[in-house]
């Protein structure tokens, strides 16, 4: 059985709900764990990169990037809370992106206090989303524990833990709408509770990581104006040539992936070191075409164009790197 059908069967045997959400939504995230605890008698899990008192987030002293990759890889749906703090965050799109362009995982938009129109723009705008009321809620639950094999998920019992859940929501939504707005007053005891909070370190880690190359320009601004410079598909199609070892020519094509694309350089890596030890034609053909529907899912899609992709130079790059790599590949089934 090929791996990726070994992968399948797993998460059918084990279904995991990836809770995807903004780090300061931490309250939405473990009510909404708490719910499909509820009405599954604990049988269906999921894992939120914010939890800190069970065993459904990250330990500390693991490294957070492969352990949120490793766990979207292992779920089976990724459900993504939608509020007014999160609907544009980068690292909600990433994990939706890295889902649906890498591992076509289903991808599962929760609307919580905003319109589900809200909700349904830019990349989760190809997406059939969910809003906060009662029924929608009942059938997203229903469908999720309805991925548990042998079970019987009851209507009446999912609406009436959905009705729980839809208030522990408002309590929390009528809690955000007390505090102070940004750059307001706040007291010396709410300054306090967020310098503790480890939430919010983890959330300021993300953007420390996510806005660098940024930040790096700014501190910079001849180093800014070199790294605007881009490859043109010819020129860098024109230095592979010349490395005449197919090999180098695929890994310095996957290096431009390296920041924007993280799994295609990683699959990409490891699938030169599987060709090397590939035995049959008939595996390294399966290899080629497993990584080159990956190269297709995550590039041809509208994740990369609304949020990947800083300008038309750089689409452009993107779009002719999996033919150049492909083509490179093309060598070792000679």
């Not at 998460?11 to 509820?38: G, M, Q, W, Y």
């Not at 524990?145 to 042998?150: D, E, G, H, L, M």
């Not at 020519?249 to 799994?263: D, F, I, N, Q, T």
């Not at 899912?297 to 609304?306: A, G, I, K, L």
Request: charge should be neutral; aromatic fraction near 8%.
């Amino acid at each position: 059985m090929a791996e990726d059908q070994l992968d399948q069967v797993a998460k059918s045997a084990n279904p995991l709900v990836f809770i995807s959400h903004d780090t300061r939504d931490a309250e939405f995230a473990e009510a909404f764990s708490n719910l499909l605890k509820s009405v599954s008698a604990g049988v269906l899990k999921s894992f939120r990169t914010s939890d800190r008192r069970g065993n459904q987030g990250i330990e500390y002293g693991v490294e957070w990037y492969p352990e949120i990759i490793k766990n979207i890889q292992g779920a089976s749906d990724v459900v993504c809370l939608l509020t007014k703090r999160s609907v544009d965050r980068p690292w909600i799109l990433f994990e939706a992106g890295m889902a649906k362009g890498k591992l076509d995982t289903p991808i599962l938009g929760v609307a919580l206090g905003i319109e589900l129109k809200e909700a349904s723009s830019g990349p989760f705008a190809q997406f059939q989303n969910c809003g906060d009321d009662e029924d929608s809620l009942t059938k997203l639950v229903f469908q999720l524990v309805n991925r548990i094999p042998n079970s019987e998920p009851d209507k009446d019992t999912i609406k009436f833990q959905v009705g729980k859940f839809r208030q522990s929501i408002s309590e929390i939504l009528k809690k955000l709408d007390g505090t102070p707005a940004e750059g307001g007053k706040k007291s010396s005891a709410n300054v306090k509770e967020i310098e503790n909070s480890s939430a919010k370190l983890f959330e300021e880690i993300k953007i420390m990581f996510q806005d660098l190359p940024s930040r790096i320009e700014r501190a910079s601004p001849l180093e800014g104006r070199r790294r605007k410079r881009r490859f043109h598909p010819g020129m860098f199609e024109e230095m592979i040539h010349f490395s005449k070892d197919p090999k180098i020519g695929v890994k310095m094509a996957l290096s431009l992936y390296r920041e924007k694309m993280p799994w295609i350089y990683d699959e990409g890596v490891q699938l030169l070191s599987k060709l090397e030890t590939s035995k049959t034609p008939a595996t390294t053909k399966r290899l080629l075409h497993d990584f080159e529907e990956l190269l297709m899912r995550s590039t041809r899609n509208p994740f990369v164009e609304e949020f990947l992709i800083d300008d038309k130079e750089e689409f452009v790059l993107f779009m002719e790197l999996p033919r150049i790599i492909l083509r490179n590949l093309e060598h070792f089934v000679l």
